[in-house]
């Protein structure tokens, strides 16, 4: 199996770390909403005054936040499909090259249609 995973390896490590960007920009906002409400509406450290520059500059951060996961988030689909379909389509061809090679027997014995569900059917379910 290491042998069709090593060729689309850092297409795959591209996509942990797309992955990787979008679960930080999720687990930034919190504490931006957090500064909203506490600084912003209820005005914790400005002596009870509402301070509405803050909310607006925090809400333009959350939505930059929200606009840089979506986009690492795409890119992470991006790149695993490339790593997934590329690797079972390698396993495809592997897999009819082998049954070329029967014999005209062995592919009696086995069925046509069962061959051509292995090649098919089998190789995407298992990845």
């Known amino acids: 199996m290491w042998k069709y995973i090593r060729k689309y390896l850092l297409f795959a490590i591209i996509a942990g770390l797309f992955m ?6 999720d687990l930034v906002q919190p504490g931006f909403m957090s500064r909203i409400v506490d600084d912003g509406v209820l005005g914790v450290n400005n002596g009870g005054s509402a301070d509405l520059p803050l909310i607006w500059m925090l809400g333009l951060q959350m939505i930059g936040l929200v606009l840089v996961g979506g986009l690492c988030g795409s890119l992470n689909n991006v790149f695993v499909h490339i790593s997934s379909q590329n690797i079972g389509n390698e396993i495809r061809k592997d897999c009819f090259g082998r049954i070329m090679d029967f014999s005209f027997p062995q592919m009696d014995r086995f069925g046509t249609g069962s061959l051509v569900t292995r090649v098919a059917n089998d190789i995407a379910c298992q990845l």
């Open 20 to 25: 990787l960007g979008e679960v930080m920009m």
